[in-house]
């Protein structure tokens, strides 16, 4: 008997749980989007009605303050109007969402203020939050504000030359003065800049292809290396045959003092006295005063012939010439040999060679002096 009774209350729930699916399948499903459209596009004249709309809705809410007056629903949807900037047109979205907030809470009372701190205290206090009413009509003057503006006519973006004047006038300042950026900071900011973004798409290739990459990268280091051999050698050049830099005028005493045309007119003037001994002396400070004047070296009015040549480079092909133009030099002058007109005609074809800026005389040439002089 109690396993019957069992049996049937067993099968009385059962029953009871397939009806209430069944009901719940039959039941039609509330939609998903009750809500309404959370914005629309309106016109300036819809946005001007819209606002006093809200405005009296702030009214009666203020009044009232129950549900049906400050109900949320009736604020509506956000307002997208087009706003005119210069001749650029664009949509601008104004939301009411903070007034939907307040709504939301207007129908509670307002709440007590809150006790002052006692005297004594150094912080003043500062109230959490102001009243509901306080921020009805807040939000009251914020619409009205909305809808003078929208009123305002549309013109183009103001240049606030006057803030740019007040910045310029900080600008100008003597502790702003290294902030003014100049065209050597441009040009290398624009340097930097591209430094950037090869060394970027060098990664992104390598990335990508690991060969290119690498090429990349190591064509940049034996470019960097072969510049930085290349000027070493220049500079080890320089030093050897001491380059100087151009200057106005010679200094006093040195042989470039004195112009190397007026040097070979002296010698030409004691060769055709017969002075062959003060003529080479002459022919060969021409010779130094002209290559001198090329700052083929620094002028040193205290430098020995010998020096003079150590500072030609083995290779210049000058060198030969003025090699055998000191020798004649030395022979002749410090030498105190006595000279003749082959000696002389020999030393002036060398010297008219180095003058000339050529390679030494020839062979022909200097056998031809020799005959010369001989005859």
Known sequence: MMLMRRVFGNAAVLAGILAAIAATAQTPALPS??????RHDVSMDDYRQHLQSLSSLVDACAKARNLKSCDPTLIGPDDRL????????????????????????????????????????????????????????????????????????????????????????????????????????????????????????????????????????????LAVSVALVWSLLRLERRWRVRLTP?????????????????????????????????????????????????????????RTPREYLALVAPEDPRQPGLSQLTSTFERFWYGGREAGEGDYKQAEVLASSLIAGGAPAGVRELSAAREGGAR
């Open 246 to 302: 151009d200057i106005d005028r010679p200094i006093p005493g040195a042989a470039s003092a004195r112009d190397w045309q007026l040097w070979l007119e002296d010698a030409r003037n004691a060769a055709a006295s017969g002075l062959w001994r003060e003529a080479i002396h002459f022919l060969y400070w021409a010779a130094i005063s002209r290559l001198e004047s090329r700052r083929l070296w620094p002028a040193d009015r205290a």
């Open 82 to 221: 087009p706003l005119v900037t210069g001749s650029h047109t664009e949509q601008r979205l104004v939301r009411y969402g903070w007034l939907r907030l307040l709504f939301s809470k207007a129908e509670d009372p307002d709440e007590p203020e809150a006790k002052l701190p006692k005297p004594g205290h150094v912080e003043a206090a500062v109230l959490d939050h102001l009243p509901t009413s306080e921020l009805l009509r807040e939000a009251k003057q914020r619409l009205e504000g909305d809808l003078a503006q929208s009123h305002a006519p549309s013109g183009a973006v103001s240049p606030h030359a006057q803030e740019r004047a007040v910045m310029q006038q900080v600008l100008a300042a003597p502790e702003f003065r290294d902030l003014q950026p100049t065209v050597r900071d441009s040009v290398m900011e624009r340097l930097g800049n591209w430094l950037n973004r090869l060394f970027e798409s060098a990664a992104n290739l390598k990335a990508r292809s690991a060969w290119v990459g690498r090429a990349l990268v190591w064509g940049f280091i």
């Open 33 to 38: 989007a009750q809500a309404t459209v959370r």
